[in-house]
């Protein structure tokens, strides 16, 4: 099993839509977690954290659940700007180094 | 802060010839990660620096890669000798606290 397993995608979704993407991990003893954003031909840059209570940013909410080990990224009311490949990330407890996922691609379409 | 700083951005070599990608870290960041990202295995982390020491190399494909950071604004990634399938988009990041911040990344074609 992956460490950090995302749906892939792609997500192909109008302008104004709802979208959510999960991805699960598998070290239960991970306490970081986080949301990037990498845009085509560029690096990766943090969307935000990931804390225990759910956290939110304007449109874009971000949830844990340890119990079933997994995040979710919540992005309502879509913009054409949002289409990007969102990468879910873990630590790795031991070293506290960070677990990337495949990350799922987003295209916002008019 | 001029954030974390790769070079090349991009290298065209051919097979068999020594390529050596350079990172200058977030100044303070005490960490440093060497990333390599393809379309068919995404990102994977290749080497980690914690306070100039290489903790975790186990990413490191075989032999033919190394790495080193002589101190804490400095660190390097050399293929010697480079491949076809060493192709990729080499990413440097740091960190202090929280989450990382890359680099723009070395686009890596071996020819």
């Known amino acids: 099993r992956k460490e950090v397993e995302q749906d892939p995608g792609p997500f192909n979704v109008p302008e104004g839509a709802t979208v959510a993407f999960n991805c699960t991990y598998s070290?239960?003893?991970?306490?970081?977690f986080f949301w990037y954003r990498q845009d085509c031909r560029k690096e990766p840059k943090l969307l935000m954290s990931?804390?225990?209570s759910g956290n939110e940013d304007g449109r874009f909410t971000a949830q844990l659940n340890r119990a079933s080990q997994y995040i979710s990224l919540l992005i309502r009311d879509s913009k054409l700007s949002d289409s990007a490949t969102y990468l879910c990330v873990v630590n790795k407890p031991r070293n506290n180094d960070m677990r990337f996922g495949a990350g799922t691609r987003l295209t916002v379409k008019p | 802060d001029a954030g974390v700083i790769q070079s090349p951005r991009h290298e065209v070599t051919e097979m068999g010839q020594e390529v050596t990608l350079r990172c200058k870290p977030i100044?303070?960041?005490?960490?440093l990660f060497w990333y390599r990202q393809t379309m068919m295995r995404g990102l994977e982390l290749l080497i980690y620096?914690?306070?100039?020491?290489?903790?975790?190399d186990s990413g490191m494909p075989e032999d033919r890669f190394s790495a080193k950071m002589p101190n804490a604004s400095f660190s390097t990634l050399k293929i010697q000798p480079s491949e076809p399938r060493d192709s990729a988009v080499y990413f440097c990041?740091?960190?202090?606290?929280?989450?990382?911040?890359f680099g723009s990344g070395t686009r890596l074609t071996v020819v």
């Open positions: 990041a740091s960190r202090a606290e929280g989450g990382y911040t």
């Open positions: 990931v804390y225990s």
């Open positions: 070290n239960s003893a991970s306490q970081s």
């Open positions: 620096f914690n306070n100039n020491v290489p903790i975790d």
């Open positions: 100044s303070g960041h005490n960490s």
